[in-house]
Every structure is written in C-alpha cells, then in structure tokens.
C-alpha cells in the first residue's frame, strides 16, 4: 500500500505538470524569437537536463515527506507516536511540498538564460533584459504552479487525513500539523489566478516591444541596403561605391560595402563595428552562406545588420537603435507589474473576505453549541449572498431552529421522565412496604439467575441459611434448603431456577436447619417465571413461606392418633372378647340376645378397623409403615365383604364371576381385608395382578347406593379405585 500511495502521488502530481513543462519551454522559445532549429537545439537540452534533475530531487523529497504516511499505511495497529506523525505529514505536506515545487519553477529558466548568454551569445542573441523577463516568467510560474500543486496534493491525501483524524479521535489525541485558515487560502488563490496571467502578459509585452523595434530597425536598414546594391549593379567602379555609401549612410546607419567573400572594402567604420561584436559577426557569415540577401538581428546590442548580395560585391547595412532610457524602461516594468501586484491583494482580500467571513460566523455559531451546549440562546446567522455560502448558512439556521425544536422536546421528556420515575419510586416504595409486611419470603431474580430483590421475610429466612448477606448471588446460594427426607436438592432443583426454565411450581415442600438451634424449619416454596411483552423469560420470582407451625400441628395430631388408637384397641378388644365369649359358653342365650351380641361382635370388628386405619395412616405420615404383600383371594374376600353387610331387605348383592376359576393376587392383606369390611369399598394398595380372565363385582339396591363395576385390568391399573 505504502508504494502504491507514493506511485500514486508522484504519479499523478508529475504527470500533470508535465503538460506544463511541455508548453512552458515552447513560450520560452518564442519569448526570445529562437526559431531556427539549430538554435532551439541547446535550449531544449539545457531544459531536459534541468527539468530531469529537478524532478529526481521534488520525487526524493516528496518520498521523504510522506514517509510516516506510508509507514502508517503499512502497519496494522500502529501506535499513537507513528499516528502522529502520520498526521502531521498528511497535513503539512499539501502546504509544504507545493511552496518548494513552485520555488524550482520559480528559479529554473534562470540557469536556463545564463547559459545562453555565457556560452551561446554569439548563436543565439538575447535581448538586454533578457534575465528580467526570466524574472517574470518564473513568477508566473510560480503563481501557477502553487494553487495546481496544493490542489492536487490536497485531493490525493485528503481521504487518508481524515482516516488519520477519525483514528486520533478515537485515541483523544489533539491533531497536530500546520493550520491555514481558509481566509489565508483564499488570499494565495486569489493572488496566483491574478499574478500569473498579469506577469506573463506583462512580460510578452515588453518582449514584443523589444522584437518589434528590432524588426523595424531591420526593415530600415533593409531599404538603405537595397537601395546601396542598386548603386552596386549600376557601377562596377569603387569609386562610386563609396559616394554612394557616404551619401546614404547616417549617424545610426552604417553603410559599407564588402567583397564577395564577406571583407569589408569601403566604410572602416562599419568595419570595425562589426570587428567589435563578434556574435554579429558569426551569425552574419553563417546568414551569407545560407542566403544571398538577409537580415541579422542583435537585441542585446540593438543593432540589426541587412546585406544584398551582388554579381560584384555585398551591400552592408548596420543600423543600431537611438539610445533608450534602460533605467526607465526597466522601471516602467517594474511600475506595470507593481500595479497587478497591488491590485491583485486588493480584490484577494475583498474575495476572501466574501466567503471566510459567512465560514467565520458560521464556525463560531457551532463553537458556541459545542463549548457551551445551550441551544435556546443562539441567534441565526445573516445571509450576505444568494450563494452556496447563502445555503450554507440558510442550513445551519435550520440545524438550529431543529436543534431548539429537539432541547424543548428533550427538556419536556425529561420533565416527563421526572415525574415518571417519581410515581414508580412512590409505587416502588408502596411495593416495598407490602413486600416487607407479608409473611412470606419474596425472592426476584434476573434471567442469570441472580438475586435482584428480597423482602424482610426473605432476609430473615436467609438469616437461617449459610448464604450470608443480600447481594447479587446465584439462588443456588440464596437458601440453602434439602427435601423433607433429608435429600439435598441439586441447583436445577431448586424452585427460582426452574421456574427460570418456565416451570410453574406449587406448593413444594422444604427443610432448611436453624444455625442458632438446630432445629428443622420447614418451608413450602412456590416460584413462577417473569415474562416480558414479548413472551421471553425476564426472570423468576419465589414466595416461601414459614410452615414450622404447621407441620409441628400435624406431627402432634399424627401422634395424637397413634395414641388414642392404641388406646382405644384395649377396650375394643375387652368388648369383642366378652361378646365372644358369651356367644360361645352361654347356650341360654336367647335369639334377640344372641343378635344384640352379633351386632355388638360386628360394631366392636368396625371399630377396631377404624383403629388400625387410623393406625397405619399414622404410621404412614410419620414414614414408619410397614407393608408385606401376601397372596389375597379375591373371590373370597368379595364373599367375605358382602357377608359382612349382611341380610337386608333394602338392598340386594349380586355376585357373578366369569370366571370359575380362583382369582389370587399379592396384595397387602391387612389393609385390604380392613378397606373390604367397611361398606365404603375403598382399597388402598394392589400388585402383581395375573392378566386372564375377568371379573365383575356389583352391589346393587334400590337405595342411592353406587354401583361398583371393575375389572382386573382396571384393579392393576388402579385408574377406578375409589377414593376413601
């Protein structure tokens, strides 16, 4: 990347200006009125060599200054000091480079001239102000070539200094380079476009000045040549050369003639005029061997030498110009360009003033939103100019008119906000009341799991816990409770959790051990999820409440049951066994009597039923049942159970078997036989039924009495078992 940025600019810089370096030594030419070939020849290679030189060094300055920008386009993650630097070359090389480029314009036709008057004076003649109108055609250079060169390299490293600058915002690093306001800008602008036209007009009019006196200093001799060779044809005599020479020779026109060969016959003084300048001399011999009849100008002399060649000899003529006040010229120069010099920062000041002046108060207008944020006090900005500097402003009043519009919107939303979040403190605070006078423990967790809210209850029953303190633990870590039978729970276990998983649970039973007393605590939890408007589980909120109380209750009233059934098996069985006994020994015993002892025999067995289902459901809810399956007929104690009811002229009992064959199941004898005796016909547990045949029991009266129809299938399955 690094290469190609510099190929880039070189490239696209140098191939520019070479359209320019192309054209400016063809005005060059042209400027001097160097129009033979052999004589454009050294000029255009002094050119090539400069220029090649010249460009070697911009091309290795160049190089060095965007160093640090290549380097920073090179490297990844390059660090704050290699931005910096970055920053400062892709800022102050669009202001530096273009200064020191239109510099080497400004001086290279001067090595240019110098040479040509040092070692080609007598080939190629130059006028006396020759290095002054160099002077001038650096200067239009330089004013040319200083906005195209700034232009230029600010569109090719403008992308990266802004890259650069986003980078250094991120960092919080000032921006350093070099600062040229747009005012400053403006003025260079303005001076360049009016300086380099002014100058090179001002020095092609001088020069044409300069060449249009040598050509008419030409065309006059011309006409007292033309006029000698006429006398030169007419006369072969000598004599007569020089009457003639004499008679058209004057103060500033030397008229001589000269042999074929190019020696001068008659007028030494024209002879020696043409001794003393040797270019005119050189460049008069190569003229008469090129062309019988031309003319020899010398700008830096101000003469103009014309021959015509005759069948004879060679009509000579050289006329110099009147003497010219130099010193005035030049200061007339000087006094045209002071005059464009002047004018130009005039209407440069007036031009820049017209943009940067709306950019001022524009720049100020956001520097005031951004140091002070208070958008109500701003004022707009006037428009000067039906312009784009007139849309500018026109927008940045509208930003303004909207940014009020949106600080009277935020101010009315936060006064909103405000009471908003007042009436939720009130509601949170109300909340929180109810929260804490509740007896159970309320627990609020977020979607990790973490404790986000507990009331009082819920403090105290942490307190009984190892978690310690509220913060914003795992639940796993809020109450640390195990099952009623002493089993842990796992921490998916736990009710918060699943309720996070989107289980509702109810009524789910738990033990936590007091640390001050040891004592069981038992809890009964509930837990459901906390959705939000769409659906997705937010959370999970627990209510656990305290149920020590109430299971001591039901362990007192368990044990007060098991008491008062032992205690009433003794005298039931002193009355069972007394009727008994009467019923066995007493043979006198008359039929009501005996009846009266059945019945006493049939109330006492109800009652001891009654006694050991209070018994085994005691020793069930306290965990210490024991139940052994043994083989049960069931044909038999369906017999047994209806024999039990007993004759009556309210109902009727139909049994009806299917099957002949016994029907024997593994069955808990006990509670079966003391379910089967009571005329509720509840059974409380079965197992391991055969799978043949099938058997149908039905008590049937006219009396409301239900009629019990079950098969074995649905005696294994325990779906119809009725409900005691």
Known sequence: ???????????????????????????????????????????????????????????????????????????????????????????????????????????????????????????????????????????????????????????????????????????????????????????????????????????????????????????????LADALARELERSPQRADWEAAARSLSTPLDLV?????????????????????????????????????????????????????????????????????????????????????LSWAPICAVFLAGSIAVPLGRIRAVVTQIVARGDVESLGRIPIFHRDELGELAKGVNEMIDRLQASAERIRRYGEDREQALAVAARRAAELDAVLDNMVEGVFACDRSGAVTHMNAAGLRLRELSSAGAVSRAPMEAALEQVRPDGRPFSPAELPLLRALAGEVIVEEDGVLENPGSHRPVFLRSSAAPIRDASGAIAGAVAVARDVTEVADFDRLKDEFIRVAAHELKTPVAILKGYARTLMRTDQALSVRSRRMLEAIDRGAERINGVVEDLLDISLARLDTLQLSPVPLDLDELVRGTVADVGPSDLHRVVIRCEDPAPLTVRSFSAPIASAARRRRRSVITASAFPRRGREESSACSTAPIPILHMTTEEWASGSTWPKS
């Open 1 to 223: 990347m690094a290469r190609s940025l510099r190929a880039r600019v070189a490239g696209v810089a140098f191939g520019v200006e070479l359209i320019f370096a192309i054209a400016i030594p063809v005005a060059y030419l042209r400027l001097f009125n160097i129009e033979r070939g052999e004589d454009r020849a050294p000029v255009l290679a002094i050119v090539a060599a400069l220029y090649l030189v010249r460009t070697a060094a911009l091309v290795g300055y160049l190089a060095w200054l965007l160093r640090p920008l290549e380097r920073w386009l090179a490297d990844s993650s390059p660090s704050a000091d290699l931005t910096r630097r970055a920053a400062r070359a892709a800022y102050d090389t669009p202001l530096l480079f273009p200064i020191v480029w239109a510099t080497t314009w400004l001086l290279f036709y001067l090595p240019v001239t110098a040479s040509l008057q040092r070692w080609f004076s007598d080939q190629i003649p130059l006028s006396a102000r020759a290095g002054e109108a160099t002077v001038l055609v650096g200067l239009s250079c330089f004013t040319a070539a200083l906005p195209l060169s700034y232009a230029i390299l600010s569109r090719l490293l403008g992308p990266i200094a802004g890259r650069i600058s986003l980078s250094l915002r991120e960092r919080g690093l000032p921006l350093p380079g070099r600062r040229l306001s747009v005012r400053a800008r403006l003025v260079v602008l303005s001076l360049s476009l009016i300086t380099a036209p002014t100058s090179w007009m001002g020095v092609h009019a001088y020069m044409s000045e300069v060449w249009t006196a040598q050509r008419d200093l030409a065309a006059r001799a011309g006409l």
């Open 256 to 340: 001589a003639v000269a042999t074929t060969d190019g020696a001068i016959v008659v007028n030494g003084d024209a002879k020696r005029e043409l001794a003393a300048a040797s270019g005119l001399r050189s460049r008069f011999a190569r003229a008469r061997s090129r062309a019988p009849a031309d003319a020899v100008l010398d700008p830096s002399a101000q003469r103009a030498l014309v021959y015509r060649s005759t069948p004879t000899a060679v009509a000579l003529v050289i006329s110099q110009q009147p003497d010219r006040d130099r010193g005035g010229e030049l200061f007339t120069l000087l006094l045209f360009a002071l005059v464009a």
